[in-house]
């Protein structure tokens, strides 16, 4: 199942989307989801970052398409973005936002198909699961997972290290780490005492009780220890295999 954005302030088209995806899902076998913003003002306020695809009107009211991709990006990098115009000038504009294509108005079926055939072929390719949802307290982001260093506890906020050192971003985030335990327990990461959850792939090396991770120093407790080692180890394995 795909779940879909329609970002349209004029009715007729996004009764047509709509239409279009309908049809090409009953033609294809695929299940959506489909929900309808009448401007860029309302996406953004409910955006929760579990859209797997976006169709935006470049001219709206209040908030164009342009500005709204933008403002889209700084929560959420990942998710493909089609843009809607009367005019192909105005779509070139959208490699600024990252937007993956255009559809021109008025909006054939033809052309709708064979658009949305070569975004989901790229969702699939992208392995839109290996990323989580971060709601932070003003904001919900999606992140890749690999691009998160560790994750730590303060009180009751995780607190996401992403990044390098020297260009880190953090999220935080009011949750339990038993919580991020459950989702991070497919991936490479590992506890390296009670207050921090490490991904593997950034452990440069562990000296004594001291594990750095991508130039970083965090203490590793005695009761983790020795599970902690053996989860680096068998991750080292695993890679040279």
Same mark, same amino acid.
């Given at each position: 199942?795909?779940?879909?954005?329609?970002?349209?302030?004029?009715?007729?088209?996004?009764?047509? @989307?709509?239409?279009?995806?309908?049809?090409?899902?009953?033609?294809?076998?695929?299940?959506?989801?489909?929900?309808?913003?009448?401007?860029?003002?309302?996406?953004?306020?409910?955006?929760?970052?579990?859209?797997?695809?976006?169709?935006? =009107?470049?001219?709206?009211?209040?908030?164009?398409?342009? =500005?709204?991709?933008?403002?889209?990006?700084?929560?959420?990098?990942?998710? @493909?973005?089609?843009?809607?115009?009367?005019?192909?000038?105005?779509?070139?504009?959208?490699?600024?936002?990252?937007?993956? =294509?255009?559809?021109?108005?008025?909006?054939?079926?033809?052309?709708?198909?064979?658009?949305?055939?070569?975004?989901?072929?790229?969702?699939?390719?992208?392995?839109?699961?290996?990323?989580?949802?971060?709601?932070?307290?003003?904001?919900?982001?999606?992140?890749?997972?690999? +691009?998160?260093?560790?994750?730590?506890?303060?009180?009751?906020? @995780?607190?996401?290290?992403?990044?390098?050192?020297?260009?880190?971003?953090?999220?935080?985030?009011?949750?339990?780490?038993?919580?991020?335990?459950?989702?991070?327990?497919?991936?490479?990461?590992?506890?390296?005492?009670?207050?921090?959850?490490?991904?593997?792939?950034?452990?440069?090396?562990?000296?004594?009780?001291?594990?750095?991770?991508?130039?970083?120093?965090?203490?590793?407790?005695?009761?983790?220890?020795?599970?902690?080692?053996? =989860?680096?180890?068998?991750?080292?394995?695993? +890679? @040279?295999?």
């Amino acid at each position: 199942m795909y779940k879909i954005a329609i970002v349209e302030d004029e009715l007729s088209y996004a009764q047509t @989307l709509t239409k279009y995806i309908e049809k090409y899902g009953k033609q294809n076998d695929i299940s959506f989801i489909c929900n309808h913003f009448k401007n860029g003002v309302h996406f953004l306020e409910e955006y929760d970052a579990s859209y797997d695809l976006i169709f935006m =009107d470049i001219q709206m009211p209040y908030i164009n398409g342009m =500005d709204t991709a933008q403002k889209l990006r700084e929560i959420d990098s990942q998710v @493909l973005l089609i843009f809607i115009t009367n005019l192909s000038q105005y779509a070139i504009k959208g490699y600024s936002v990252n937007a993956f =294509d255009y559809v021109l108005k008025p909006i054939s079926y033809h052309d709708f198909a064979m658009k949305i055939s070569h975004a989901l072929r790229r969702i699939s390719a992208t392995k839109k699961e290996d990323s989580i949802m971060i709601q932070t307290t003003t904001k919900t982001v999606r992140v890749p997972v690999d +691009k998160i260093r560790y994750i730590e506890i303060d009180g009751h906020h @995780l607190i996401y290290h992403i990044g390098p050192p020297s260009n880190e971003t953090t999220y935080h985030q009011y949750a339990t780490m038993k919580s991020i335990l459950d989702k991070m327990e497919n991936y490479d990461f590992s506890r390296c005492n009670n207050c921090y959850l490490v991904n593997l792939y950034y452990v440069q090396n562990i000296f004594g009780y001291t594990v750095t991770v991508d130039g970083y120093e965090l203490q590793i407790s005695q009761p983790r220890k020795k599970e902690f080692v053996s =989860d680096f180890k068998n991750y080292s394995e695993k +890679k @040279l295999k």
